[in-house]
């Protein structure tokens, strides 16, 4: 189960108001390759992987994830609390104030409401975790996108930093957890190419429960 | 409401399923409490019985993480146990 802990995992306060960067920043809140999709993807994907090393890290990554969701609602938050109706109308943020206020809603930064259908489990570990490696990249170009967006609000970019590098380390850990994945699945073909006999199957179940 | 029966008892006789299912009791008691705390945030008696459970919580966690192994990733170990039991959604409470 999960417990709250009532601290960010990276320091955040941002002092300077900026609506506008909140626009696009939200995609990172509720966009396709944001952080609230990116730990569905991992925290469903756990439950039937074959081995502990990547059910470990799709469970650890899938917190961490909930985390830099938190960092990056503060974010939004901190960038649009106390914004004046002109700075709403200045950001162009007439359609978002209308349906959500100054709420921090789970959007992509052209709008789109966050989707399921982004979220990938397909119940076959090499594409689980090859697609987990594509969504660290793409979360990881999406968050330097931001960073040339945010050029004139150090306070910012100093955190999108810290999640862009948090992105490589997690696409990091996925390739290791892969690779294991990959000779766990290449030890078992040879087990099977040295057993000819109808008890084989049995046998491999056995192996598969014991990794 | 909850019995306001809350004792430091002996646990080491408890095996691995009876601690955790004490510990599950104690985790549901204090979510609940807080939930009600939360909006009667004056409320005396809650406040104790919070404080009460929330205390044999931590102990009973400890214990249980020295006995069984980590429950989460901010216990320290000497050698790396975390991915060596089942996870709960293979029954690794049982």
């Known amino acids: ?211 | 409401m909850y019995y306001n029966c809350v004792t430091s008892r002996d646990n080491s006789n408890m095996n691995k399923a009876e601690l955790m299912n004490q510990l599950q009791s104690y985790a549901f008691a204090i979510n609940d409490l807080i939930l009600y705390l939360d909006t009667h945030p004056n409320d005396e008696t809650a406040l104790e019985l919070h404080n009460n459970y929330a205390n044999e919580y931590r102990k009973m966690y400890e214990e249980y993480e020295r006995r069984f192994g980590p429950l989460s990733i901010y216990c320290p170990c000497n050698s790396f146990r975390w991915i060596a039991s089942p996870w709960p959604w293979e029954g690794g409470n049982a």
């Open chain 1, 1 to 211: 189960m999960w417990n709250y802990s009532k601290m960010l995992q990276y320091p955040i306060n941002i002092k300077e108001k900026n609506p506008k960067l909140a626009r696009w920043i939200i995609s990172q809140y509720g966009g396709p390759d944001g952080e609230i999709n990116a730990s569905l993807n991992y925290l469903s994907q756990r439950f039937a992987m074959p081995d502990q090393r990547s059910k470990a890290v799709l469970n650890d990554i899938g917190t961490e994830e909930l985390s830099h969701l938190e960092m990056v609602g503060t974010i939004v938050h901190q960038l649009t609390r106390d914004a004046t109706m002109e700075e709403i109308n200045n950001a162009g943020l007439q359609a978002y104030y209308t349906d959500h206020g100054i709420d921090v809603y789970p959007q992509s930064a052209g709008g789109l409401p966050q989707t399921s259908i982004s979220v990938s489990a397909k119940g076959d570990p090499i594409a689980n975790l090859q697609n987990d490696m594509a969504a660290e990249q793409k979360a990881r170009a999406t968050y330097e996108k931001l960073i040339d967006l945010s050029k004139d609000d150090k306070e910012v970019m100093d955190v999108l930093r810290y999640l862009r590098a948090r992105e490589v380390v997690h696409f990091q850990r996925f390739g290791e957890a892969l690779r294991n994945v990959q000779d766990l699945l290449m030890e078992k073909r040879c087990y099977s190419m040295s057993n000819t006999s109808s008890t084989n199957n049995s046998n491999l179940m056995q192996q598969t429960s014991n990794n």
